[in-house]
């Protein structure tokens, strides 16, 4: 089901969220587009990270995406964007989402996908609203691995683990087979976010959750590491930190969330 999405495949690029954006700015985008390349040169992660793929064991795309919502009220979208790709992926590679779950897929708030706490693949979201009354068009960018993780491994940071979609099925489907699903499962689920926003998928977040009840730490925020016990997320998507005899929440922008050492 990807009638009103454009498709777009090239062998090599800097980064597809990037050729979009440049898109969006110029005002020439009018229905979604997914772009999708087998060779990403300079993929982003968030605050000026990288996101790396090797392009014979790496999946790369970008999805540009409007909504009627304003860019204020798409909070927890990130976080809705990692059960549609979990849910592309069951159906891709013929697998229950309760067979991925016991494997160790899991999300890691606001924007991971692991696999048992080794990062599978990461999700990049920009874009906003250039006019009033213009759609509020975001970028999403989805980056997964599919075999070879040492070999990303190899090239990231010290103790930085990584993971592949390989090591939860043998027979990994084809990478246009997994793409058009992928595609089909976001378009599904981001016109129910359009309509409904993020309260409505909390619950499923949850059950996904890679940090439930951990001590973990939050960092980049620009002030001092904060500290808690992680306990899920609220109907904004904002994580939850109980604190001694209060309970926080934390708004997804460039922090970091990390397990306790
Ligand atoms: P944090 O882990 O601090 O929350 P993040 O999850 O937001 O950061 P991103 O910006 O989404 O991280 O992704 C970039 C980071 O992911 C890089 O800094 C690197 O550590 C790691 N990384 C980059 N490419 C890959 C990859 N192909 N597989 C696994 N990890 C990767």
Not at 179 to 192: F, G, P, Q, R
Not at 234 to 245: P, R, S, W
Request: contains cysteine; glycine residues 8%; hydrophobic residues 40%.
């Amino acid at each position: 089901m990807t009638a009103n999405c454009i498709l777009e495949r090239v062998s090599e690029t800097k980064s597809t969220n990037d050729d979009l954006l440049i898109r969006w700015r110029a005002g020439e985008l009018i229905d979604p587009v997914a772009r999708i390349a087998h060779k990403q040169t300079a993929g982003k992660g968030r605050a000026g990270r990288t996101w790396l793929a090797n392009p014979e064991d790496s999946l790369c795309f970008s999805l540009a995406f409007p909504f009627k919502r304003r860019p204020a009220e798409l909070s927890g979208l990130s976080l809705l964007v990692g059960l549609a790709v979990i849910a592309g992926i069951s159906q891709a590679c013929d697998l229950s989402e309760a067979a991925l779950h016991a494997a160790g897929l899991h999300l890691k708030w606001p924007n991971d996908l692991l696999l048992n706490n080794n990062k599978l693949g990461g999700i990049l979201i920009e874009g906003g609203q250039a006019k009033a009354d213009d759609p509020t068009w975001m970028i999403i960018g989805v980056g997964i691995n599919l075999r070879n993780p040492e070999a990303i491994e190899a090239n990231l940071d010290a103790g930085v683990k990584a993971s592949s979609l390989s090591q939860i099925t043998k027979t990994l489907p084809d990478v246009e087979y997994l793409w058009l699903k992928l595609i089909a499962s976001l378009e599904n689920h981001l016109t129910e976010f359009d309509l409904h926003g993020f309260k409505s998928c909390k619950d499923s977040w949850m059950k996904w959750d890679a940090y439930q009840n951990k001590p973990v730490c939050i960092s980049g925020t620009g002030k001092d590491p904060i500290y808690g016990i992680a306990k899920g997320v609220d109907e904004t998507g904002a994580l939850l930190l109980q604190q001694d005899n209060k309970t926080i929440a934390i708004h997804a922008g460039d922090v970091s969330l990390r397990i306790q050492s």
